[in-house]
């Protein structure tokens, strides 16, 4: 029983070191690389604005800007929620796979690094914010659902607007979901 208690005192010594300290820290650089890749968007719209689509350029831009405001919230419950909502929303369906698929459609391969690597920030902002759920889940995760299909329900969340995502995430929708 002293074990028990002395294993649960130092995981919760841990989960707090991590939550308090390391977690905002990473918060914090994946936010100032993510302002990083915005501007390097915005110069790119600049110097190549014929041949960056306006539509490409919104999509991109709304989608680094949706990651930036709600970096905290990108998590595994919202990956999940989000796959559930993608099953059973047709409408959200077809919002979704329209932007994801004019997101990778992009010819300018600048434009396509730049979602190349808003999705590697939207990856790391899941793994920072699940954190302590992360090292222990990561085997079930990849037999349940398979990496090539988890990394294709990363791209689709990496493309949320501001509105989808706050519907995906926002624990009152859930509710009425389920």
């Given at each position: 029983m002293s074990v028990l208690l002395a294993v649960m005192v130092l995981l919760t010594l841990a989960h707090f070191i991590y939550e308090s300290i390391l977690a905002p820290s990473f918060r914090l650089k994946i936010r100032y690389e993510a302002l990083a890749l915005r501007d390097e968007l915005r110069l790119?719209?600049?110097?190549?604005?014929?041949?960056?689509?306006?539509?490409?350029?919104?999509?991109?831009?709304?989608?680094?800007?949706?990651?930036?405001?709600?970096?905290?919230?990108?998590?595994?419950?919202?990956?999940?929620?989000?796959?559930?909502?993608?099953?059973?929303?047709?409408?959200?369906?077809?919002?979704?796979?329209?932007?994801?698929?004019?997101?990778e459609d992009c010819t300018l391969p600048e434009a396509r690094s730049l979602r190349r690597r808003n999705v590697v920030l939207v990856?790391?902002?899941?793994?920072?914010?699940?954190?302590?759920?992360?090292?222990?889940?990561?085997?079930?995760?990849?037999?349940?659902?398979?990496?090539?299909?988890?990394?294709?329900?990363?791209?689709?969340l990496a493309s949320l607007s501001e509105p989808d995502f706050k519907r995906v995430s926002c624990p009152e929708w859930s509710a009425s979901v389920g």
């Open positions: 790119l719209k600049m110097q190549r604005g014929g041949t960056l689509d306006d539509k490409h350029y919104e999509y991109l831009q709304d989608s680094i800007n949706t990651m930036i405001s709600n970096l905290a919230r990108f998590d595994v419950a919202t990956l999940g929620l989000s796959g559930r909502v993608y099953n059973r929303d047709l409408e959200f369906r077809v919002r979704v796979d329209e932007r994801a698929r004019l997101l990856e790391r902002a899941i793994l920072v914010n699940s954190g302590m759920l992360v090292a222990p889940l990561v085997p079930f995760v990849l037999m349940g659902v398979g990496l090539s299909a988890l990394k294709q329900r990363i791209r689709k």
